[in-house]
């Protein structure tokens, strides 16, 4: 069992940015994979960026450019680091992880909103 902690959303104005951290426990398998999805409001979830143990990226087209997601496997952290908001951003955003199955947050709220 794998539990997920999110720290880091809010409200931020149009072209700010937000730094979102989770941190993972009570694995004793290794997390091949950390993500980063969000669901805005009547929307369905959907990735927007996963990073392996090995570092390698993928991100969703909508982020690419403005988010960076980064991991501290020695720390089983994932970050992600959004700039350059938008209010279609607004969403909550919920960490991932994989090991044998997948594993969720219980999401953290981000708005972007002058």
């Known amino acids: 069992q794998v539990q997920l902690v999110e720290s880091g959303g809010g409200l931020v104005q149009p072209g700010g940015s937000l730094r979102l951290s989770c941190a993972a426990s009570g694995t004793r398998f290794t997390i091949v994979a950390m993500g980063w999805y969000r669901q805005a409001a009547g929307k369905q979830r959907e990735l927007v960026a996963r990073i392996t143990s090995g570092g390698t990226t993928n991100y969703a087209d909508s982020v690419k450019g403005r988010f960076t997601i980064s991991r501290d496997n020695a720390k089983n952290m994932v970050y992600l680091q959004m700039s350059s908001l938008k209010p279609e951003d607004t969403a909550v955003y919920y960490c991932?992880?994989?090991?044998?199955?997948?594993?969720w947050g219980q999401g953290t709220q981000v708005t972007v909103s002058a």
């Open positions: 991932s992880a994989t090991t044998l199955r997948d594993y």
